[in-house]
């Protein structure tokens, strides 16, 4: 049984930054697309970043342009783990982060397009409340 659990979500001030784990069970990140999403309240799923090994060993990362700069993603293959490090948090970026994973030929950030969209991805965590505020 495949599970992606998050963690390291909270409240903090704009300018602070915050680590998100997403770990990995019932699947080896292998050739895996992992994503990171986002939602706001009233607002729809947005894509954050998204972390995949190709075939020669080389690592791609794909980031939305709000994040580009103050967001990095990585992956641990010996823990099963991929943290999306948060730096210069600003007020917009409040939402519930997801990590997503899938493994199918093509999913998530393997498209052609960068991140995919969040049906490019089969399993999904519960998701952590990241809520920048002063």
């Known amino acids: 049984q495949v599970q992606l659990v998050e963690s390291g979500g909270g409240l903090v001030q704009p300018g602070d930054s915050l680590r998100l784990s997403c770990a990995a069970s019932?699947?080896?990140?292998?050739?895996?697309?992992i994503g990171w999403f986002r939602q706001a309240p009233g607002k729809e799923r947005e894509g954050v970043s998204c972390?995949?090994?190709?075939?020669?060993?080389?690592?791609?990362?794909y980031y939305t342009d709000s994040v580009k700069g103050r967001f990095t993603v990585s992956r641990d293959n010996a823990k099963n783990m991929v943290d999306l490090q948060m730096n210069s948090l600003k007020p917009e970026d409040t939402a519930v982060y997801y990590c997503?994973?899938?493994?199918?030929?093509?999913?998530?950030?393997?498209?052609?397009?960068?991140?995919?969209?969040?049906?490019?991805?089969?399993?999904w965590g519960q998701g952590t409340q990241v809520t920048v505020s002063s």
């Open positions: 972390i995949r090994r190709g075939h020669g060993g080389t690592y791609y990362v």
């Open positions: 019932g699947f080896t990140l292998g050739y895996a697309a």
């Open positions: 997503a994973a899938d493994s199918t030929p093509g999913s998530g950030c393997w498209n052609p397009g960068g991140i995919g969209p969040p049906d490019s991805y089969k399993y």
